[in-house]
Structure formats: structure tokens, C-alpha cells
């Protein structure tokens, strides 16, 4: 499958500008947009050239010779490049309304998609330029953030360490997301520092333990000097990762709702305001705490879908991120609903 990459466009040659509009006004931006959805949905979202056409309201011919024309102008190799990619207007409206450093959305053909392959195409396009030498790095573990993982263009950087922020689990289905840290760290060759127990354990009593008297605190305190995170959220719908693994039974998950639960971040739960709930499972989950991450200078969200905009509303509240990445669906539904919740 091809892959779409980040790069600067600025160096294009003026006969490609001339030949597609570019820099004569809007008919060319929308021309550079059409070429964009085309290459997203074909390299990213897999559609086959028929159903691109019909998305896009146009004919067969026209997808291919806009796939051409992306190869051609090396906008695609195996990539699209990432300032191409910006969705300038609801990317000024994300940073103006939630008061981050940078937003970024992932262009996304229909609300039908599931986001989470384009998400995390962006997200490893981003931290791609993101991640440099002499940084400490730490990531949290899902399902949006394995889809990133084939997106990142692997480079060696020196000096550079991850510390994953969740204990792992125990029973793996099809995939395992609590693999993302070192699996992370490999493509930067960097240090992986995990925690060396499960996500979820069965009372505070032994959460205490492993921490004080297990290593886990080395993490804790390791996670102090954290120069940026990396994480995503999860929603309370019936197949979020932290019920597809068997962490939380059905009736605890009715229970955490009916406490005001909206989602989780790093399994802990927190309401549409931004705080943790009350509730016995947020007392036994071994990750860094949410005080250490807020502290961290730079915090990068990552998460979308319908069935998460209360939960993203809630963490932009809980973590505080300064860049937050998603696609366009999810950015509309975030936007509407916060001025909803307003008036």
C-alpha cells in the first residue's frame, strides 16, 4: 500500500503551479484540494478508483489522472505532503477555540470511515518532523496510535528515549496496541523505558507496591523529565480497546457512565468537564499519573471519531494538549458542539 509523507511544496516548480492553477486563486486551491482527496483516499483509506469517483463526483478518468499528476509532481511517494494536506480553516478554528500551539486534520472522504487509518497517517507524518535528537519521549497505546506506526519514516536520532505510559496487557487479540512504545523507539533506535506491569491491577494496595517497591516508580519518576507525549483518548463505546481486551467488565462499564464517565485517557476516566471521576478502577490503573503529563512542556492529542467527541471535549480539559491531531469529520463535530455547549 502506498503511503502519504509530509514534505514542504513550496519548491515546486512555477510550470506545475501553472499548469494546475496553483497561485491563480481559488480554482487552483480547489484543483490542489480534488488532487489531495484523490491520493488520500486511494493511498491511505484503499477505495478503489470507482468509489473514489463516485465520493468525489467525478468520473474514473478524472481519479486516475489526478493520481498521475500527484506521482508526477511528487506529491506521492508513497506519500502526500503534509502541508498539502492542512485543512487551513478548521485547523485555525481547532487552535483558536481550544487554545493549542498547532492543530492538525486529516482529510477524510466521508463521515461513514472509520477515522482511525487516516488519523494515525497524519499523526506519523507529523511526528515524523516532530521527534528530533536529545528528546524524551512518552506514549501512551491504542489503536490510532499502532495505525501510526507504518507512517513514520524511520531515522536514527541520537540521544532520544521513549517511556511508554501504561502497563501492558496480558491477552492479545489479533494485535497488540501495548506494543506501540518499543516498536516506537525502534524506529528512532532509541532507549524504551515500560512499565513492567499490567495496565490495570486488582487494588491499590498492589498498585502501591509495584511502584514503591518494584521499579515502577523509576518510570514515575523518569516520566518527570518527559520533553513531549504522545497520547490518545478512548470513549465509552461498547468496542473502545479498553473493553476489546477484557480490562473492564460490561457492568463496570455502566457504572463508570453512570459516575459521568465520557472516555479514558491512559485508562483513566474522566466526565465531560475535564475531571476524574470517583470510581474504585481509576485508583488501580498503572500509569503515569495525569499531574506528571499536564506538566510536560509539549503535549500532542491524538484521537477522532464520532463516538469520542465527548471524550476529546473532556481531555482537552484533562491534558491541556498544545497540538492535537484528527480528522475533518471529527473537527466539524468538535467545533459545533463546543459552540453548543456555549450558548
Known amino acids: 500500500m502506498g503511503r502519504i509523507v509530509g514534505r514542504d511544496n513550496r519548491a515546486r516548480p512555477d ?40 465520493a468525489l463526483g467525478v468520473g474514473r478518468v478524472t481519479v486516475v ?30 487552535q483558536q477555540r481550544f487554545g493549542l500551539a498547532e492543530a492538525v486534520v486529516a482529510p477524510l472522504s466521508s463521515g461513514d470511515v472509520d477515522p482511525t487509518a487516516a488519523i494515525g497517517a497524519a499523526t506519523g507524518q507529523y511526528i515524523s518532523d516532530f521527534i528530533t535528537s536529545n528528546m524524551l519521549v512518552g506514549v501512551g497505546w491504542g489503536r490510532t496510535l499502532l495505525k501510526a506506526l507504518g507512517f513514520i519514516d524511520e531515522k536514527p536520532l541520537s540521544n532520544v528515549a521513549v517511556v511508554s505510559l501504561l502497563g501492558g496487557i496480558s491477552s492479545v487479540r489479533q494485535y497488540n496496541p501495548a506494543e ?27 498498585k502501591n507496591v509495584l511502584v514503591d517497591r518494584c521499579g515502577v516508580g523509576a518510570i514515575f519518576d523518569l516520566a518527570q523529565s518527559l520533553d513531549v507525549i504522545l497520547v490518545s483518548v478512548g470513549g465509552m463505546n461498547p468496542d473502545a480497546t479498553s473493553y476489546l481486551f477484557g480490562h473492564f467488565s460490561a457492568e463496570e462499564r455502566q457504572t463508570l457512565i453512570s459516575r459521568g464517565a465520557v472516555g479514558d485517557l491512559l485508562y483513566n476516566f474522566f466526565d465531560k468537564d475535564g475531571q476524574i471521576i470517583d470510581h474504585p478502577i481509576n485508583s488501580r490503573i498503572m500509569s503515569v499519573p495525569i499531574d506528571t ?12 471519531g464520532a463516538a469520542k467527541v465527548d471524550a476529546i471535549l473532556g481531555a482537552m480539559t484533562l491534558i491541556k494538549p498544545n497540538i ?3 480528522d475533518e469529520i471529527t473537527a466539524g463535530l468538535l467545533l459545533n458542539e463546543n459552540v453548543a455547549n456555549k450558548k
Not at 30 to 37: I, K, V
Not at 293 to 304: A, F, Q
Open 324 to 326: 492535537f491531531i484528527t
Open 65 to 94: 489522472r489526478l493520481l498521475s499528476d500527484a506521482r508526477a509532481l511528487h506529491e506521492v511517494k508513497i506519500s502526500l505532503r503534509r502541508d498539502i494536506a492542512e485543512l487551513t480553516g478548521l485547523e485555525l478554528a481547532l
Open 180 to 206: 506501540f512504545g518499543w516498536q516506537f523507539s525502534r524506529a528512532f533506535g532509541a532507549d524504551c523505558f515500560q512499565i513492567a506491569a499490567p495496565a490495570i491491577v486488582d487494588s491499590e494496595q498492589t
Open 15 to 54: 510550470s506545475a503551479k501553472a499548469e494546475f492553477g496553483e497561485g491563480q486563486g481559488t480554482s487552483g486551491r480547489r484543483s490542489a484540494r480534488l488532487r489531495l482527496r484523490a491520493a488520500w483516499m486511494y493511498y491511505v483509506e484503499e477505495m478503489t478508483q470507482n468509489a473514489i469517483a463516485e
Open 293 to 304: 503529563l499536564v506538566k510536560t512542556p509539549r503535549r500532542i492529542l491524538t484521537s477522532g
